[in-house]
């Protein structure tokens, strides 16, 4: 083979692992809160939800109907961000602010979280740290491109229905 043939080869054999890749793995959706109203039935399509505990200063656990509705899809649930704001773990977030997050989230639904994904996949260092230091599994940009991912409010760089199709 010539080798633009075996670079077109590798490129074309890293698409088909991609593909495959998210086809096998768990399905995800992001933005999960009782204020976002999600498209579709991707909420049910979704192995794995991320919650974001404090969007607009509202917690989760004021709405404890919503928490049993979510708990009882049965689903694997991870803390997504604390009040989602632009880029919020790019910046300095502290203990106390993360702290309130998991609280909030264990008052909702009963056990603290064990996995957390940074709102827009921005991470500073000092916060990855942190994040690590409170015993939490970070799911990043790797994890982003290997899963299908659902937006709930299909806001995502791919819109809902492509993953569905790839
Ligand atoms: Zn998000």
């Known amino acids: 083979m010539k080798r633009g043939e075996v670079i077109l080869t590798i490129i074309l054999g890293l698409l088909i692992l991609l593909v495959l890749a998210r086809l096998t793995t768990p399905r995800e959706i992001d933005d999960i809160n009782p204020n976002w109203t999600c498209e579709g039935n991707y909420l049910q399509k979704a192995d794995i939800i991320w919650v974001t505990p404090l969007k607009n200063n509202v917690p989760i656990s004021n709405n404890q109907t919503w928490c049993e509705e979510i708990l009882a899809m049965n689903k694997t649930i991870g803390m997504h961000g604390i009040y989602h704001s632009y880029h919020e773990f790019k910046y300095f977030v502290n203990e106390t602010e993360l702290q309130k997050g998991k609280e909030i989230f264990n008052d909702c639904f009963g056990y603290e979280p064990t996995?957390?994904?940074?709102?827009?996949?921005?991470?500073?260092?000092?916060?990855?740290?942190?994040?690590?230091?409170?015993?939490?599994?970070?799911?990043?940009?790797?994890?982003?491109?290997?899963?299908?991912?659902?937006?709930?409010?299909?806001?995502?760089?791919?819109?809902?229905?492509?993953?569905?199709?790839?």
């Open 115 to 166: 996995l957390f994904k940074p709102p827009y996949l921005r991470l500073s260092l000092e916060n990855k740290k942190l994040l690590e230091q409170n015993n939490l599994t970070i799911k990043w940009i790797w994890n982003q491109n290997i899963h299908k991912v659902y937006h709930c409010e299909n806001t995502g760089v791919f819109p809902n229905w492509f993953h569905d199709l790839f």
